[in-house]
T-cell receptor, first 109, second 115 residues
């Protein structure tokens, strides 16, 4: 069974701080996606990474896919209250996605 | 609208009743997924439809759960003889045709509460 472990489960920080959240697995994935979900809404895709070692930047967010395509990280620089939400990673398998349980981020002003 | 539409947005029912949840995917999207999300948790895969292929039902938790997709578009998830542990948010997503693992576009879910 393919599993994705996300850490930390909860993170509460002050506005302006930097943070990194992790997504780890013992399985290789063909691609990995990161989503953000706000209360009462469905997840929204942030980025897809497909190549081992790939790094993608989206404004203050930096995503990295591990060389072996088993893990990924999301780094946020100078976090803002608008970054608050549940961050989910999802690994691509045979047509469907395997989701981690998410990191719940709270950024306080 | 242009996005995935789910209805109802909220459903409260008594234990033992049957419920039907509806999903209208984005037009032209060939893949449709159902997930269940318990409070503050990640997404539990339920079922996946891809075009005219047989659906992947491997995530359905029991035979009380079933889903259909008519005409390759609208999908209905049915839960029979509901139990309190069925209380959760049920999310639907669709994705466009093309290579596997296309990004999924989610609806806002149906929040199901079993009394």
């Amino acid at each position: 069974t393919q599993l994705l472990e996300q850490s930390p489960q909860f993170l509460s920080i002050q506005e302006g701080e930097n943070l990194t959240v992790y997504c780890n697995s013992s399985s290789v994935f063909s691609s990995l996606q990161w989503y953000r979900q706000e209360p009462g809404e469905g997840p929204v895709l942030l980025v897809t990474v497909v190549t081992g070692g790939e790094v993608k930047k989206l404004k203050r967010l930096t995503f990295q896919f591990g060389d072996a395509r088993k893990d990924s990280s999301l780094h946020i620089t100078a976090a803002q209250p608008g970054d608050t939400g549940l961050y989910l990673c999802a690994g691509g398998s045979q047509g469907n996605l395997i989701f981690g349980k998410g990191t719940k981020l709270s950024v306080k002003p | 609208g242009a996005g995935v539409s789910q209805s109802p947005s909220n459903k409260v029912t008594e234990k033992g009743k049957d419920v039907e949840l509806r999903c209208d995917p984005i037009s032209g999207h060939t893949a449709l997924y159902w997930y269940r999300q318990s409070l503050g948790q990640g997404l539990e895969f339920l079922i996946y439809f891809q075009g005219n292929s047989a659906p992947d039902k491997s995530g359905l938790p029991s035979d009380r759960f079933s889903a259909e997709r008519t005409g390759g578009s609208v999908s209905t998830l049915t839960i029979q003889r509901t139990q309190q542990e069925d209380s959760a948010v049920y999310l639907c997503a669709s994705s466009p045709p093309g290579r596997v693992n296309q990004p999924q576009h989610f609806g806002d879910g149906t929040r199901l509460s079993i009394l």
